[in-house]
């Protein structure tokens, strides 16, 4: 892993074992193929199961649920691993553990745990959340229109939700909507309940080895067993945005590194006016920078993983650490792009793959600017959303 701060002397032998093992697995089954994926538009489904073994899938999670019980710091080097490889397979795993379990765990009841959270754990079971709406999904709570209502013991779900992550493969969606009161309830929808389906966003240029849907629902009848009892308000949505946004915090510094070593590679060998390109102070300045927020964000990633655990985390700190961290990587992203020339345009290497990904990653889990309209607010006291 690059480490320029000698900075995993701050974690403990556990952790970097795991890091370890990610790396090795990926390296063997996911990183010689996917490029393929990638320009074939696939997510490698037949990798979920084997994440499950690898202990991959809401591995933050408590053991006595089928998790891996980690701590926050080795979740984050997992999401690190994944996404080294490419933001699709971490967008699965984070949508899995932090977006379908994590809101089980937290807002479900002792059975819905029992009978989900072993499953999901395992890679058994695929999970999405439906949080986005056609009319925007910045301001979740505002444009919100999916309802549900009330029918003796079931409840009656309509709406659409829009650019869902392992839709169209899922088993269950976790779908946010407002009952008759405006309340927002939560709701464990087995994606093969009739009126419900999950048509497949097609033409994107971005995340292109991951699974984005559309959540349709018609009529889509709901026991009231499947509601999250916890439920009750967007607050339940948006803490489950934290735990998503915490590993992206981690994930975004995984291409970071893959492009950085990239481009320090090519830079070496490239000669041009007799000597290599690496000798020149333009193309360092642009190797420095990757290094340095590479160097940064490890840091405040891993602090973050300490808060996580010690309990004293804001979602703020969160907010910041996505909005930098997503930023810098793909700011370095296309500094590597522009390094390798021309190469950089193809799938032949990585640069322009991590590019285009880092533009979904920049936009989801909240885009750059709510992230610092949401500091912005917490240090002066002063609203941006009225
Ligand atoms: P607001 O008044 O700010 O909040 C309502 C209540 O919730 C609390 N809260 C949070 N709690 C935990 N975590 C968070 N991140 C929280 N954000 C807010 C807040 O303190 C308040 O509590 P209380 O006790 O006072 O009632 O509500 P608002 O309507 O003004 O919200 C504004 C805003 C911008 C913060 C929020 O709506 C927002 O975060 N918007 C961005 C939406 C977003 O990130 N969507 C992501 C969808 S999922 C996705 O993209 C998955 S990508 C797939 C992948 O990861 O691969
Ligand atoms: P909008 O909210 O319409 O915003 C458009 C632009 O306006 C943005 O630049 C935004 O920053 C800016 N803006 C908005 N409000 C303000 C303001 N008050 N002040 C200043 N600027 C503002 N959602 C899910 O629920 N589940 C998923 O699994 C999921 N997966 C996704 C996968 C992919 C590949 C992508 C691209 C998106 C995914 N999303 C998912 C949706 C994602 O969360 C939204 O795209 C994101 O929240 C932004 O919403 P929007 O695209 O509708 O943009």
């Known amino acids: 892993m690059l480490d320029y701060y000698q900075s995993l002397e701050l974690f403990s032998p556990e952790e970097r074992a795991i890091q370890a093992a990610a790396r090795k697995f990926l390296e063997a089954e996911a990183m010689p193929y996917i490029r393929e994926w990638w320009e074939a538009g696939e997510f490698p489904t037949h990798l979920i199961k084997p994440f499950g073994e690898m202990g991959f899938l809401g591995s933050n999670l408590p053991e006595e649920y089928g998790a891996a019980g980690v701590s926050n710091n080795a979740y984050g080097l997992i999401m690190y691993e994944l996404e080294r490889v490419d933001s699709g397979l971490r967008s699965f795993a984070s949508v899995q553990g932090a977006l379908v379990m994590y809101p089980i765990f937290a807002y479900g009841s002792e059975e819905q745990k029992r009978e989900f959270l072993p499953k999901l754990a395992a890679g058994e079971l695929v999970g ?31 709406g ?13 969606a976790i779908v946010w909507a407002k009952d008759e009161e405006g309340k927002v309830l939560g709701f464990i929808v087995p994606t093969d309940t009739p009126g419900f389906s999950a048509p497949l966003v097609h033409h994107k240029y971005s ?61 070496k060998s490239r000669v041009t006016f007799g000597r290599p390109i690496a000798a020149r102070q333009l193309v360092q300045d642009k190797l420095v920078y990757m290094l340095s927020e590479h160097t940064k ?31 810098v990587a793909l700011k370095s992203a296309r500094l590597a792009r522009e390094i390798l020339g021309a190469s950089g345009i193809t799938v032949e290497y990585s640069a322009i793959r991590h590019m285009l990904n880092l533009e979904s990653v920049d936009t989801y889990e909240g885009t750059h600017d709510i992230h610092t309209l949401i500091l912005g607010r917490d240090i002066t006291g002063e609203n941006p959303f009225v």
């Not at 659409?160 to 269950?172: L, Y």
Request: hydrophobic content about 40%; charged content about 25%.
């Open 128 to 158: 999405s959340f439906g949080l986005t709406e056609p009319d925007g999904g910045s301001d979740p709570g505002g444009n919100m229109k999916t309802k549900a209502v009330k029918d003796g013991d079931y409840y009656v779900l309509n």
């Open 207 to 267: 995340l292109r080895a991951s699974v984005t849907s559309e959540l349709v629902m018609e009529d889509v009848r709901i026991h009231k067993d499947y509601l999250l009892p916890k439920s009750g308000s967007l607050k339940a949505p948006l803490s489950c945005l934290t735990q998503a946004r915490y590993g992206i915090a981690w994930g975004a510094l995984g291409p970071l590194e893959a492009v950085y070593t990239e481009a320090l590679d090519f830079a």
């Open 297 to 327: 964000g490890l840091l405040l990633a891993w602090k973050l993983g300490k808060m996580k655990d010690e309990g004293t985390l804001k979602h703020t700190h969160v907010s910041m650490a996505k909005r930098n961290n997503v930023r």
């Open 160 to 172: 659409t939700k829009m650019w869902i992550t392992n839709g169209a493969i899922s088993d269950i």
